[in-house]
Each structure stands twice: as structure tokens, then as C-alpha cells.
Nanobody, 124 residues
Framework: VQLQASGGGLAQAGGSLRLSCAAS????????MGWFRQAPGKEREFVAA????????YYVDSAKGRFTISRDNAKNTVYLQMNSLKPEDTAVYYC??????????????????WGQGTLVTVSS
């Protein structure tokens, strides 16, 4: 499956952005989907994940209450709605897919497919 992330850009602190991840090649319904991010000089960090039918999701503590992951399997697309953005949210955000997992994995090595990343910059 090929993943194409979009929606990044510049936002002010307190603002919102919505990231999208469009898949091609295979239907997304067979994958646990997620988002990671990597800030300059830091390791990649798990942000959120959603199960195959969209009924359950999981977030890193820093994203809880501010970010919402969702999916539309009919459109083969996953979303990350980011509200109340903070400067520390500045990073390249990656859409990921886990083909074989049965629970939410938090490590990059557990995800089978990665999109190219979209840059989110939050100014103070």
C-alpha cells in the first residue's frame, strides 16, 4: 500500500490543522493506521493510532484531548485533526500502516508502511 500524507503547513499556537493520509494500492480497512512525528534533532514519536474499523483509538499523552484520529475506509483515507496546537507540535508528521498487528504498537519498527511525511510548523 502507498500512503500520501497532506495538510501540513504553518499554524499559530492555539490554531488547528487537519492532516490527511490517502492510500492507494490496497484498501485501508485491513490495516491499523497511525501517525508518528519527528521534530528536528529528536527521534520519531508515536502520536495516535486507530483500529481497522475505526471504533478504537489510542494517543500519546501529549495529544490526548487535542488531537483526533479518524478514518474513512470507503475513501481509503485517514485523518488527524489537530486542535490547540503548541510550538512543541512542530514536526514532520508521518502516516503509517500496520498490516499484521492486533493491538496498538508504539514503536516505528512495528509499522509496515510509511508515507512521505508532511511538515507542521506551529509558531508562538
Amino acid at each position: 500500500v502507498q500512503l500520501q500524507a497532506s495538510g501540513g503547513g504553518l499554524a499559530q499556537a492555539g490554531g488547528s490543522l487537519r492532516l490527511s493520509c490517502a492510500a492507494s494500492g490496497r484498501t485501508l480497512s485491513g490495516y491499523i493506521m497511525g501517525w508518528f512525528r519527528q521534530a528536528p534533532g529528536k527521534e520519531r514519536e508515536f502520536v495516535a493510532a486507530i483500529n481497522r474499523n475505526g471504533a478504537r483509538s489510542y494517543y500519546v499523552d501529549s495529544a490526548k484531548g487535542r488531537f483526533t484520529i479518524s478514518r474513512d475506509n470507503a475513501k481509503n483515507t485517514v485523518y488527524l485533526q489537530m486542535n490547540s496546537l503548541k510550538p512543541e507540535d512542530t514536526a514532520v508528521y508521518y502516516c503509517v500502516a500496520d498490516e499484521y498487528g492486533s493491538y496498538f504498537n508504539l514503536k516505528p519498527r512495528d509499522y509496515d508502511y510509511w508515507g512521505q511525511g508532511t511538515l507542521v510548523t506551529v509558531s508562538s
